[in-house]
């Protein structure tokens, strides 16, 4: 495992799937049917994606082109060429990092809004960029520091001109949250992730009955509210494609529920005390940077994107 | 204007409203059981339509808020009693009475609009025969008729209930105090015991705002001094204040109203980077820009109306509705002239006219300059609008963003308070309908105007041109003449001829197109898009048509016309000092 170069690991991805932990055996494997679990999962991801993106596009008025998009995955994907190539990355002639690329151009196109066409291929390069440039960790699992989506939303509301996130663009309707939750299920499972995801929607989950209880709403506009905000599109989509990345939270599965939980309590603050916008994309940009430093308090050998499990991973 | 569609349908609908009473200000509380409080006018497809709409100017930037709220309580007004929750507790200096007219100017300025345009007449005879030899021989007007396009619009008894009363203090006809509260039943019971009249539930509904740690602006009507003053009408407040909520506390107006009654609610934002949506809702644009059939045009707000009806339905009053988002400085096609600096300062927009810090400060400072003493009585001077300060020249350089947003709610579908967010986009959108009206012509009429083009005549006088023409190209070096070097008057003539009758065949060819297949499918396509908008059915839709008698088409002068905002001719320092231009609506 740590013979690897560390930016090796580059053209692995950002949310996850295909993955395979070595190393520690108390970690639950995911049983799947041999034939499914030969599929490199990050085809769940990309299928389950760019429904998500056709069902906001189509159902929810998305503020989006179809040039954006276009232009998104074009500049992730040669970004990410340039990057392996450049490096002479040994596994540059692989397909595995464009197939990262693609998962992070949906995620931006998801979230990001513009009203220009450069800021989205802007944003998707220096997301692409960002894996091989910011990298850091102990060496046997040092990773990129920053998911690419989440730094992309990061950069759009709080650096980029003409650039917007729109947090309430899904609605909170309880079918598609539903969809989401089985969905997001069924992948975050696939990658072994949906720790992360569960601490951190049970955590968020229960700081939003807390609040509704702590200021004593009645009962029926209390769960109205509760409902309304636990099911928001945004929420669910942060907590099973982008807090559940395993590239970028902690390797330990300890570690990494208390990260899940601290980062749902900061957000809330954000959100819900300090009265600021966009908690989630926020706080987790700035938890990001500690990941390297509690993977180095607790060791554990990384995770490595392969493509099921039955072929060794593709380097 | 104050035409409303309404009918006894929703004559009874406002009687039901006002025994359930309560405030439909999408903000606070009016508190009289007996309150006809919704019902907002102002003037298109205006506010007035949505007569249980209530409308606020919100203006925001940073943290500076300055929040003014139009109410059209009709009931008795020594009943009337508004509570606001607000983020501090508002002093005397902190709110004033603003003007009716700033929210007419507002809704006049970005209410939707139908823009009109008109056809030009199909049958035209391109007749350029000899007309395009050499650059002073082509005829200036032909030129011209080609670039005609058209641009894409576009705040002992008290300490016992736990209420401190942090201000008192009579504003012009108002009597107001801010409150803040330990407990729900307690400030519930000390409005009742100082004559306000509680609604039912009113406890439940203040207390989370008391936990979030808010404070209670109230207000009443002080009958003397609104009598001295000569006004009948209640006046919109004004509260400027600092705050890091973005949000409209629109949960309290619902206590009263039926889980399931609609209530409309108008928001005029004013920022100054961009547009503002909620962050807890869907923000959602309204269908614009659509063409619909000519017959459409007196029944306008009908049309509208049915349209925001249909569309809030489909959303299941889950949605909030962008109805318009332009940087004030101007607009196309302009509902109404954009508001002036004047008349933004007067909705509370600090930062025109420099020195925004100093501007917002002088929001919080009660006449006379100092913190006023609890239960200080303001001088009854007239309204305080915003102080005098001297405007400089090119003061409103700073941008002020206008996001328009309409929400339809119930208590039921819109369970928490309205949080906004600003974004970063800065493209125009507005709610702006087009029609289209058909040339009043016929292919007979084309026929017979063409008819009566007499070709042997004008080919007479342009075989003299060109042949003049040629003549001198040959003795001033202009190169070849082409197709008419070398012939002769007879030839010309033929070819001339030729031209001409071309030209005709082509004129009504055109005229028939036009008359016969463009027309019929053109007006076939926008009744569909009227039909789909409105959910009207396309044979009511035929029955209108059919009713307004084919319209009378107005024959175009040259191309499509484009409705244009008057002009302001007055000079940059008649601009600067002089009285504000006359406002004219530009319908349609």
Avoid at chain 1, 113 to 139: E, N, Y
Avoid at chain 2, 313 to 333: G, H, I, L, N, Q
């Amino acid at each position: 495992m740590s013979t690897q170069a560390p930016v090796a690991h580059a053209s692995a991805a950002l949310h996850g799937s295909g993955v395979v932990q070595r190393g520690r055996p108390g970690n639950g494997h995911w049983h799947l049917p041999q034939a499914l679990a030969r599929i490199d999962a990050r085809w769940f991801q990309i299928l389950f994606l760019a429904s998500f993106l056709c069902l906001g596009a189509l159902a929810r008025d998305f503020a989006l082109t179809w040039q954006q998009v276009a232009l998104t995955f074009a500049a992730a994907l040669v970004a990410q060429a340039a990057w392996q190539w450049g490096l002479g990355l040994p596994n540059r002639k692989g397909w595995s990092g464009y197939l990262s690329a693609i998962v992070s151009s949906f995620g931006i196109s998801i979230l990001v809004r513009a009203d220009s066409l450069w800021v989205h291929p802007l944003l998707a390069a220096l997301a692409m960029s960002s894996k091989f440039v910011l990298r850091a960790g102990p060496a046997e699992c040092r990773s990129h520091i920053l998911n690419p989506a989440n730094f992309a939303a990061f950069a759009a509301w709080a650096w980029i001109p003409g650039a917007w996130l729109s947090p309430g663009q899904w609605g909170s309707e309880s079918l598609a949250s539903l969809w989401f939750i089985a969905l997001g299920g069924l992948v975050t499972q696939r990658i072994q992730r949906w720790d992360v995801s569960l601490a951190f929607l049970a955590t968020w989950a229960a700081l939003l009955a807390g609040r509704v209880l702590w200021l004593d709403y009645s009962a029926g506009v209390g769960s109205a509210m509760w409902l309304q905000q636990i099911s928001n599109g945004a929420t669910l989509l942060f907590a099973f494609f982008m807090i559940s990345d395993p590239m970028t939270t902690p390797q330990r599965r300890s570690a990494r529920v208390a990260y899940a939980m601290a980062v749902a309590i900061v957000a809330f603050l954000w959100q819900f005390v300090l009265y600021k916008p966009h908690g989630l994309i926020v706080v987790l940009f700035a938890a990001s940077a500690l990941v390297p430093l509690i993977n180095t308090l607790w060791p554990t050998v990384r995770f490595e994107w392969r493509q099921g499990e039955q072929t060794p991973a593709k380097r | 204007m104050s035409h409303r569609p309404t009918g006894a349908r929703r004559q009874t609908h406002r009687l039901v409203h006002t025994l359930l009473a309560a405030a439909c200000v999408g903000m606070g509380l009016v508190i009289p059981q007996a309150s006809a409080f919704c019902g907002f006018y102002a003037g298109k497809a205006d506010a007035s339509l949505f007569n249980e709409a209530s409308q606020v100017v919100l203006v925001r930037d940073g943290e500076r808020t300055v929040l003014s709220m139009l109410n059209d309580y009709s009931g008795p007004l020594n009943e009337f009693a508004l509570v606001v929750p607000t983020p501090t507790a508002l002093q005397q200096g902190q709110v004033r009475v603003a003007e009716k007219a700033t929210f007419e100017r507002l809704d006049a300025y970005s209410s939707p609009r139908l823009a009109e345009y008109h056809d030009s007449d199909p049958c035209r005879m391109n007749f350029w025969w000899g007309q395009n030899m050499y650059p002073r021989a082509v005829p200036a007007p032909m030129a011209a008729a080609a670039g005609a396009m058209r641009s894409e619009m576009a705040k002992s008894r008290d300490a016992a209930l736990g209420v401190t009363v942090e201000a008192a203090y009579t504003l012009e006809e108002y009597d107001i105090v801010s409150l803040s509260a330990k407990q729900s039943d307690g400030l519930e019971i000390w409005l009742r015991e100082n004559g306000y009249k509680i609604p039912k539930g009113a406890s439940a509904a203040l207390k989370p705002y008391i936990n979030m740690g808010m404070k209670f602006f109230v207000a009443k009507v002080n009958l003397k001094e609104q009598k001295r003053l000569g006004y009948s009408m209640l006046r919109p407040l004004q509260f400027a204040f600092e705050s890091e909520k973005f949000m409209l506390p629109m949960r309290l107006g619902m206590l009263n109203a039926p889980p399931n009654k609609p209530q409309d609610l108008i928001v005029y934002v004013l920022t100054k980077n961009g547009r503002v949506e909620s962050s807890n809702y869907r923000t959602v644009k309204l269908a614009a820009n659509e063409n619909l059939p000519p017959f459409v045009k007196p029944k306008f707000k009908e049309f509208y109306k049915a349209l925001y009806d249909t569309s809030t339905a489909r959303e299941d009053y889950k949605v909030v509705f962008t109805e318009y988002f332009w940087d004030m400085s101007w607009c196309d096609p302009c509902a109404a002239n954009p508001l002036s600096t004047e008349e933004l300062r007067k909705a509370g927009v600090f930062w025109v006219g420099g020195d925004e810090a100093g501007n917002f400060q002088q929001m919080q400072i009660a006449p006379g300059g100092q913190k006023p003493a609890q239960g200080a009585v303001a001088p009854s001077s007239p309204p305080r609008v915003l102080p005098g300060r001297p405007i400089p020249p090119g003061g409103g350089a700073q941008p002020v963003m206008l996001t328009r947003l309409h929400v339809r709610y119930t208590a039921n579908t819109f369970p928490e308070d309205l949080m906004f967010t600003q974004t970063k986009d800065k493209q125009n959108f507005q709610t702006r309908y087009v029609i289209q009206n058909p040339y009043a012509g016929s292919v007979a009429a084309c026929t017979a105007t063409t008819a009566k083009a007499d070709c042997e005549a004008m080919c007479r006088s342009r075989v003299t041109d060109v042949e003049r023409m040629v003549s001198e190209a040959k003795k001033n070096n202009w190169g070849s003449p082409g197709d008419y070097a070398n012939k002769s008057s007879d030839a010309l003539q033929t070819d001339c001829l030729k031209a001409c009758s071309e030209s005709k065949r082509s004129a009504i060819e055109a005229a028939t197109r036009y008359y016969e297949r463009e027309l019929p499918e053109r007006l076939a396509r926008e009744k569909q898009t009227l039909a789909k908008l409105t959910g009207w059915s396309l044979a009511e839709i035929d029955r209108m048509g059919a009713d307004s008698g084919n319209v009378t088409p107005v024959p175009a002068k040259g191309g499509d016309v484009q409705p244009v905002p008057p002009a302001d001719n007055r000079t940059w320092w008649q601009k600067l000092f002089g009285a504000a231009p006359v406002l004219h609506a530009a319908r349609g």
